[in-house]
């Protein structure tokens, strides 16, 4: 991903496309650490986990999505 975002960055802004991605990464990742303990007291570990699974399927979909925005010329 961060291959991707270099290519289609500002040559620029390039640098400050990739801090914003990694502190988003980060950002993510502790509210995930908070999230998960909270969603398991709700519906258990084993579902709590599988929500988890939400965040790589909607990277797939934003990646297919702009795969194929690039390919219409937009």
């Known amino acids: 991903m961060l291959a991707l975002v270099a290519e289609v960055a500002?040559?620029?802004a390039a640098?400050?496309?990739l801090t914003l991605q990694t502190c988003l990464g980060f950002l993510l990742a502790a509210v995930t650490i908070q999230a998960v303990p909270a969603a398991a007291e709700v519906v258990g570990?084993?579902?709590a986990f599988a929500l988890l699974a939400f965040g790589p399927a909607a990277g797939i979909a934003a990646i297919r999505r702009f795969r194929r925005l690039r390919a219409d010329g937009g």
């Open 10 to 12: 500002p040559q620029g």
């Open 45 to 47: 570990w084993t579902w």
């Open 15 to 17: 640098g400050t496309a």
